[in-house]
């Protein structure tokens, strides 16, 4: 699993802000997780304290906010909501579709002080 | 110290923190100094950065790059020393080699006569773009160069780092099940070219390839698939031109 890789990652970038922003210590981290973005949020949770300890988020709190994924269908030109890749387009059944909102994983907000 | 980030030694050891858990609750005063920052940054930013680094490297030296993924065992290395030894002579190759422990495939390829260089990415499970990054530091490819990555055997973690390559190769082995493309959607969605190996076993197994390649289409509608025998040699012709012509059209692109 690579979300112990994916929060050390997140660790660079808060302490890159803390740089930038000019803080001391991070109470809340929120983070986006998009559906299909193949990141499991409990694998994130779990390594999320171990890897912040000691740091400026150290002891913060995690607020995962899950995002829908949206795909666009290349056959009927509607979008449509999708929870798997493996999903078909509910209107016409196609596979041709793009997915245009889901695949992220983002660090959106961070509460400081 | 490292040219090309500052960085001072590979991200891929993981940090152990010395970890003394005193979950006593600090009662945070919640003064005015409490804000909230918008940040809006995605966490697979830096590899693209890195990724995007590499790939103008690649461009910029008409080198050809492949980014071989698949679960332990399904074939990449005997693939590789497939390919290398049934190249021309004069095709020029370089290998980079991912894994969590050991140096035994590097000198699998080392045996053919090509260069290979071992990343052992100890507890990480695939490679990322920084890594491949120092790699062509270390082992410098040639100009208008065919470098072939092999990445940690695992159908999950490396699909979502871009190295920068020109295509995800993925190689799936009939002994896995044709049920994989469903089972791990983001490797066989991020692929180019599914290569199904050790067809030669296909005879002693249930094997349903007319399924694995619907699955494996229901995901990604353009991968192109290849059936291929390592150890017969089977496919190995289609594959080769698939090889050359890719890296033909790479530089006219
Ligand atoms: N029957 C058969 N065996 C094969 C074929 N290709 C590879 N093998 C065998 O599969 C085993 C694993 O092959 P490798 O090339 O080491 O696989 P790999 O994907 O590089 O493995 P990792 O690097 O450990 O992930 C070896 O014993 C090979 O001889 C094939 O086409 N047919
Ligand atoms: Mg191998
Ligand atoms: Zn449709």
């Known amino acids: 699993m690579h979300e112990l890789s994916l929060c050390e990652n997140i660790l660079q970038m808060i302490e890159q802000q803390a740089k930038d922003q000019q803080f001391t210590r991070v109470l809340t981290v929120f983070l986006e997780i998009g559906q299909l973005s193949g990141v499991e949020p409990e694998a994130i949770s779990f390594c999320f304290d171990a890897v912040m300890a000691g740091s400026v988020a150290a002891h913060a709190k995690l607020v995962i906010v899950p995002q829908v994924g949206l795909a666009w269908c290349a056959k009927c030109y509607h979008h449509f909501e999708i929870q798997h890749r493996y999903d078909e387009c509910p209107i016409c059944g196609s596979y041709e579709f793009q997915i245009k909102k889901g695949e992220h994983l983002r660090i959106s907000e961070l509460e400081v002080i | ?253």
């Open chain 2, 1 to 253: 110290m490292c040219g090309i980030c500052g960085c001072g030694e590979s991200q891929l050891t993981a940090h152990t923190h010395a970890h003394t858990h005193t979950h006593e609750h600090e009662h945070v005063e919640h003064s005015a100094t409490v804000r909230r920052i918008k940040v809006e940054q995605d966490i697979f930013a830096k590899n693209n950065q890195y990724a995007q680094l590499n790939r103008e490297y690649f461009r910029q030296h008409g080198i050809f790059a492949l980014n071989f993924v698949s679960s332990p065992g399904s074939g990449k290395t005997s693939l590789l020393t497939a390919t290398i030894t049934q190249l021309p002579a004069d095709c020029a190759i370089s290998v980079i080699e991912g894994d969590q422990q050991t140096t035994l495939d590097a000198e699998k390829i080392r045996a053919t006569g090509v260069r290979a260089l071992q990343i052992n990415t100890g507890k990480g499970c695939h490679l990322d773009a920084h890594s491949i990054a120092h790699a062509l530091q270390d082992q410098i490819p040639e100009p208008n160069s065919l470098v072939l990555i092999e990445n940690v055997g695992n159908l999950v973690c490396p699909a979502a780092f871009d190295l920068g390559e020109a295509y995800k190769v993925v190689v799936l082995s009939v002994t896995e099940g044709e049920d994989k493309p469903l089972k791990y959607p983001d490797m066989f969605h991020a692929a180019e070219l599914m290569i199904l190996n050790k067809i030669d076993l296909l005879p002693y197994l249930d094997f349903d390839v007319e399924k694995c390649i619907d699955y494996a289409r229901r995901i990604n509608p353009r991968i192109k698939v290849l059936q291929l025998s390592v150890k017969t040699g089977q496919g190995m012709t289609e594959w080769l031109q698939w090889l050359t012509i890719s890296q033909r059209l790479s530089s006219i692109a």
